[in-house]
């Protein structure tokens, strides 16, 4: 299993070096996971790099896993929709100590 963290910013400036860091896995067997605990700052951009990783390696039968998702990703996730596509349980319902959209950089 390999890990890969994903470090504290998601923002559309870092989702190029996010694909660039995630590209060598998109190819492993091998479960990846990835630690998401000090994500704090999310952008659109930095969530498609993260569903097409998943997407590439799901389709290709590779386990992947999102692991410690911070409060801030899962708040982008739930709000776009794409918890499902994250691998993250319950995408529809707020964790029990969630904040509202506020807490989500570009939410609208």
Do not use: W
Not at 52 to 72: D, I, Q, V, W
Not at 78 to 105: H, I
Request: proline share 6%; aromatic share 4%; charged share 20%.
């Amino acid at each position: 299993m390999d890990s890969v963290h994903l470090g504290d910013d998601l923002g559309i400036e870092a989702s190029t070096g996010l694909k660039e860091r995630l590209a060598p896995y998109l190819d492993t067997a091998h479960a990846v996971v990835l630690e998401a605990a000090d994500v704090r700052r999310v952008h659109t951009a930095g969530l498609q790099v993260l569903c097409a990783f998943f997407a590439s390696r799901g389709g290709s039968g590779y386990p992947t896993e999102l692991r410690g998702c911070s409060e801030p990703l899962h708040d982008a996730a739930r709000l776009l929709g794409l918890g499902t596509a994250l691998g993250l349980a319950g995408p529809d319902t707020p964790p029990s100590n969630a904040t509202d959209a506020s807490t989500v950089e570009n939410a609208a």
